[in-house]
């Protein structure tokens, strides 16, 4: 039986997407983009807890509207996240993008609020299908290239996704989306299905790949969603599976060494957004309450300070043409605006005391200390050193400090000013009155950030990694950033397969050709052969009377006949 | 955007103050400065009472020294990873992000003083 209590969030976003193409390009249709999260997010927060909306399908029951702690913090991030993103592409006139924005927001909060994983997986392609119009908005050459590999890898998740379901289905009866135990084949496909999507290592190059390529207000968006739905997904379906706190420990150490020495800012923050999906993982790997509060609230102040470093990234990029930190630096004397916000996104992400990552990320980690997990607390605690490296000191310093570039752009525009002012402002006021936060988070908190211990802990891990950053600045240790690109995963499909097929097709082509070359020979000479004797010119042809064409038909009619007469 | 002569003057307010940063012996001055807070935060540890989750934590100034050297090791690992896996530009062909200028037509180059 179809039953709405409440009209799913999703709908409004996707209504939303179908009306701003008939409202004019400007102040309405900015307004208009603006509103429409900020009623859903009212939306959410008014519904309380429950599910309330169904939908026969197929005779499943679909449940459209899971409302609970879990799902309703990441829905209202999600629809912050909207509103900065849109607020931020307040210029752009773009209606492609406006769409594919409000669609994917649309797709990631219907996901965040499925009950099953039916509409799980009609969301979670979604996500996929719109976003790769922000990638592709760039309209260049190599942007097309880089979405058309971001899409087959984001439909490619969805694609096992849906097996894994349907094998879970057969198994279990089921399709409520709910915690799940990995062991059956049906239970890791979905696992991969998520992994691809949360960038697990060695999945994660997608990532990496097609963040810088989207335009300046896309990679914002898109900084977002995806990865965090997948995080979601996973605190939802895999909370306290052990393989998680390894996977999770992984994804928070091998970045740190990519960004180091990467020259585009903006994929040094997607390598630096994989490192920080990593603490989350570590969080829905131990999986008590406390840790998936870490998760979540992680999550939540991480949407923010990425959104918040990507923007100014993105404001250098709209000034100045590129994002390249070779090119970049000094830039603190016309924008120091930008810069200022930045400092405030790169202190947030480094965890500094005041700031959001501080009272987030340390729920993970003391739940990672308490749970006696040493070393996978110590990569945590050296992985947080990282962050401070690339996007601490690495992005605000070599855009808007170090040497002067001679660039001298202006200010970033007004609005764009204003979307990285309310965002610095959550990250500061996140890290101050922690409690906000943490009111919202699924399950009650008790946890006080600001100990002591905690505080002088985290300053010195920080200021002294700050120190260590001086002294091989000083003795010239330190890589310089050159225009170069770096390996990553990606090589796999963009060299090695291409070239590994290219081989292969050179290989066949040998053989196919030499095959030919010589069976056409060996029958061209048959075929000279017979014509050299028994063609016109032929020995055999030589002395044939012209009736004996006649005479060998008359004995082949009289043979007939025979034959005939007998039978 | 051509290098040009910067006229302090035309610059916003909080760049003017900012220019600091780049006068002779700031950097000095900067580094110098952490340096200190930085023994001040390692003599903090002396003061007050730890409750931590494992022994190591007890070594007075544990978070500095882990601090400081795991980033030196991080930054000579990433040096050296640059070694194996530095690429020049094109090396994914002309048809790649990183070959590619940003379309101009997206973005304002604008100059500060609008020169």
Redesign the interface.
Same mark, same amino acid.
């Given at each position: 039986m179809m039953g709405f209590d409440q009209i799913p969030t999703a709908f409004y976003f996707f209504l939303a997407a179908l009306t701003v193409p008939f409202i004019a390009q400007g102040i309405l249709r900015g307004l208009f983009l603006l509103a429409i999260p900020v009623l859903c997010a009212w939306n959410v927060w008014q519904m309380g807890f429950g599910e309330f909306a169904t939908l026969p399908f197929f005779g499943f029951e679909l449940e459209l509207m899971r409302v609970d702690g879990l799902s309703r913090v990441f829905a209202l991030i999600f629809c912050l996240a909207a509103f900065l993103g849109n607020l931020y592409a307040w210029h752009v006139r773009d209606t492609v993008q406006q769409v594919a924005a409000l669609l994917y927001a649309g797709s990631a909060i219907g996901a965040c609020l499925a009950g099953d994983l039916i509409t799980l997986f009609f969301y979670w392609e979604g996500t996929a299908i719109a976003s790769v119009f922000l990638i592709w908005a760039?309209?260049?050459? $190599?942007?097309y290239?880089?979405g058309v590999r971001y899409l087959i890898v984001q439909i490619g998740s969805g694609v096992v996704l849906i097996a894994g379901v349907a094998l879970f289905y057969r198994d279990t009866g089921s399709i409520t989306f709910e915690n799940m135990t990995l062991g059956s084949l049906a239970t890791w496909l979905i696992f991969l299905s998520f992994g691809i999507k949360c960038a697990f290592p060695l999945l994660h190059n997608w990532l990496q790949d097609s963040y810088?390529?989207a335009?300046?207000t896309g990679t914002v968006i898109l900084s977002a969603f995806t990865t965090k739905l997948a995080v979601y997904a996973l605190a939802r379906g895999f909370a306290g599976t052990e393989i998680l706190i390894y996977i999770g420990t992984i994804m928070t150490l091998f970045p740190?060494?990519?960004a180091?020495?990467e020259n585009?800012l903006r994929r040094v923050l997607a390598y630096s957004l994989n490192n920080q999906l990593g603490f989350m993982v570590v969080g829905v790997g131990i999986g008590t309450e406390m840790a998936l509060n870490g998760t979540a609230s992680h999550a939540f102040a991480h949407i923010l300070y990425k959104a918040l470093l990507f923007m100014s990234v993105g404001a250098v990029?709209?000034?100045?043409?590129?994002s390249k930190a070779s090119e970049l630096g000094?830039l603190?004397?016309?924008?120091?605006?930008t810069?200022?916000f930045c400092l405030v996104g790169a202190a947030s992400i480094s965890a500094f005391p005041l700031f959001s990552g501080f009272v987030t990320k340390s729920l993970v980690l003391?739940e990672a200390?308490?749970a006696?997990y040493?070393y996978v607390?110590l990569a945590l605690?050296?992985a947080s050193? $990282?962050v401070?490296?690339h996007s601490g000191i690495k992005i605000p310093f070599f855009a808007f400090?170090a040497h002067?570039s001679?660039?001298?752009?202006?200010?970033a525009?007004r609005h764009m000013l204003i979307a990285m002012g309310i965002t610095a402002f959550l990250c500061i006021y996140i890290g101050v009155f922690p409690g906000t936060l943490y009111a919202i988070l699924p399950y009650h908190v008790e946890y006080h950030p600001y100990?002591?211990?905690h505080v002088?802990? @985290?300053? @010195?891990?920080?200021?002294?990694?700050?120190?260590?950053? $001086?002294?091989?600045m000083?003795t010239g240790?330190?890589?310089p950033e050159?225009?170069?690109?770096?390996?990553?995963a990606d090589w796999t499909y963009?060299?090695a397969a291409p070239s590994v097929i290219g081989l292969a097709a050179r290989g066949i082509a040998v053989i196919y050709t030499r095959q030919m070359t010589f069976w056409s020979n060996r029958v061209n000479g048959i075929i000279g052969q017979l014509y050299h004797s028994h063609g016109p010119e032929g020995r055999t042809a030589q002395d044939w009377p012209t009736g004996a064409m006649v005479l060998s038909i008359a004995a082949l009619l009289a043979a007939t006949l025979v034959v005939a007469y007998l039978g | 955007m051509a290098e040009h002569k910067t006229d302090p003057n035309k610059l916003p307010t909080l760049g003017r103050l900012l220019l600091w940063v780049d006068k002779p012996g700031s950097a000095n001055k900067i580094f110098w400065g952490l340096a200190v807070f930085c023994g001040i935060l390692f003599l903090l540890d002396f003061t007050y009472e730890k409750h931590p989750h494992f022994d190591m934590e007890y070594v007075p100034g544990f978070y500095a020294i882990y601090g400081f050297v795991m980033f030196t090791l991080l930054i000579l690992a990433a040096k050296g990873l640059r070694v194996l896996i530095k690429r020049p530009e094109d090396y994914y062909g002309d048809k790649a992000i990183d070959r590619e200028d940003y379309p101009d037509d997206q973005i304002e180059k604008v100059n500060h003083d609008g020169l």
């Open positions: 760039r309209r260049t050459e $190599g942007a290239n880089t810088p390529a335009t300046v740190i060494f990519f180091e020495i585009d990029l709209f000034r100045t043409g590129t000094g603190y004397r016309t924008m120091p605006l810069a200022a003391s200390a308490e006696h040493k607390w605690v050296f050193a $990282g401070l490296s400090f002067d001679g660039l001298r752009p202006k200010e525009p100990s002591m211990g002088v802990g @985290q300053l @010195q891990l920080l200021c002294f990694a700050l120190l260590a950053f $001086g002294v091989l000083r240790i330190h890589p050159i225009r170069a690109i770096n390996l990553d963009r060299k | -």
